[in-house]
């Protein structure tokens, strides 16, 4: 679900743009925390699991998706995006 409309929310708010980078953040993400990251473990934290982490994720691309409907002055541009939603699907990576 994450992976489906962070890309949807990504095309909408920028002219159907390839989301292809989204499917990495969260394919990344989810290796992550099955351990298959060779700079990490297998991650098993209670509360800050994958599922904590892609919601986290999907919240804020919710909120850029509001900002930009709501006509915010400072236009979100996709680099921007992009920047915002790589790092909050690390959020919890173990080192």
Same mark, same amino acid.
Not at 18 to 44: E, K, L, N
């Given at each position: 679900?994450? =992976? ?5 929310? *990504?095309?909408?708010?920028?002219? !159907? ?8 953040? &969260?394919?990344?993400?989810? !290796?992550?925390? %099955?351990?298959? +990251?060779?700079?990490? =473990? &297998?991650?098993?934290?209670? #509360? +800050?699991?994958?599922? +904590?982490?892609?919601? !986290?994720?999907? *919240?804020? %691309?919710?909120?850029?998706? !509001? ?17 915002? #939603?790589?790092? *909050? *699907? #690390? ?5």
């Amino acid at each position: 679900m994450v =992976q489906r409309e962070g890309a949807a929310i *990504c095309a909408r708010l920028f002219l !159907g743009a390839a989301a292809d980078f989204v499917r990495r953040a &969260v394919d990344s993400v989810a !290796g992550c925390f %099955a351990g298959q +990251h060779p700079d990490s =473990q &297998v991650i098993d934290l209670r #509360y +800050h699991d994958l599922e +904590h982490t892609m919601a !986290g994720t999907l *919240c804020l %691309a919710r909120l850029l998706e !509001g900002r930009a409907r709501a006509g915010a002055e400072s236009a979100v541009s996709r680099s921007w995006f992009e920047l915002g #939603y790589w790092p *909050c *699907c #690390y959020t919890t990576r173990a080192t």
